[in-house]
């Protein structure tokens, strides 16, 4: 007894397989990971030779079909089919701006900001490795962070990347925050 895949959609899979004699019903098994332990659970019975097995086609899933007679034991147990896949997920991602954070403490006015993916090219020992951060108070190489003491409730501050600095500071479109 083999599984035969007869249709899929993003939502689901229809399997079909050739009947056993003295099957009273079939029980169609699945699992969405494939190991020696891996333990399958039953999606459903049917008494048909087709079953529509309903989950996101996005990830292979790993059915199998177990024959069972009127008793309920097993005739006869299909090998593993693996669904392929339907459906591509694609991920959801916000634009994000440089999100400047400043806040007052004891040693100073904290700042910190998101880094940019086009400054990022991997990451070292001390965390991302991205291409240096600069601002009218501090450069920073291998951080997102920087206590500057000097800086007084009523100033305003930048932070841009070095690669942006040239066309950024001309065009003028680098963002201010007050630094409260």
């Known amino acids: 007894m083999n599984l035969t895949l007869l249709a899929q959609d993003a939502r689901s899979t229809t399997v079909g397989w050739q009947p056993v004699p003295g099957a ?33 086609t996005h990830i292979p899933y790993y059915l199998r079909l177990r024959a069972l007679d009127e008793a309920g034991s097993t005739l006869e147990l299909s090998p593993v089919l693996t669904t392929p896949l339907a459906r591509v997920l694609y991920p959801q991602l916000e634009a994000l701006d440089r999100g400047l954070v400043a806040v007052a403490t004891s040693a100073g006015v904290f700042l910190s900001w998101r880094l940019l993916r086009s400054e990022v090219d991997g990451d070292t020992a001390q965390g991302m490795n991205h291409i240096g951060l600069g601002n009218l108070l501090a450069y920073s190489q291998f951080q997102n962070s920087f206590i500057q003491i000097l800086l007084s409730h009523n100033e305003f501050c930048q932070c841009i990347g070095i690669s942006d600095y040239q066309e950024m500071s001309s065009r003028r479109e680098a963002r201010q925050h007050l630094c409260t």
Do not use: I
């Open 24 to 56: 009273a019903c079939y029980a169609l098994e699945w699992s969405d990971r494939m190991s020696d332990t891996v333990r399958f659970r039953t999606a459903g019975q049917t008494r048909d030779c087709r079953f529509r097995f309903v989950r996101s």
